[in-house]
């Protein structure tokens, strides 16, 4: 049974950068669309983006900033987190896209704020 470990996480200024991983336990990438979730403090769950083989889609909310890649050869996908905003503060998951309730993780807490 595949599992999902988010990490990458942490406090940042606005502006600032990060890169989240999502490690899979086994390969899954070729199989499954892949994409990055967040949910904020009183908000849906929401798409940020999302990737299967090189095509990538993205919310309007964080294109341009960010950037979904995969490295299929160590099961990960990232999500490169540029010009964060304090509206981007959530918890972000990876899963399939559309999700596959068995898979998801605890996620990764980020923050952006001054």
């Known amino acids: 049974q595949v599992q999902l470990a988010e990490s990458g996480g942490g406090l940042v200024q606005p502006g600032g950068s990060l890169r989240l991983s999502c490690a899979a336990s086994r390969s899954i990438f070729s199989m499954y669309v892949m994409g990055w979730y967040r949910q904020a403090p009183g908000k849906k769950r929401e798409l940020v983006a999302r990737i299967i083989s090189a095509e990538t889609d993205y919310a309007d909310s964080v294109k341009g900033r960010f950037i979904i890649s995969g490295d299929n050869a160590k099961n990960t996908v990232y999500l490169q987190m540029n010009d964060l905003k304090p509206d981007d503060t959530a918890v972000y998951y990876c899963?399939?896209?559309?999700?596959?309730?068995?898979?998801w993780g605890q996620g990764t807490q980020v923050t952006v704020s001054s």
């Open positions: 899963n399939t896209a559309p999700p596959q309730e068995r898979l």
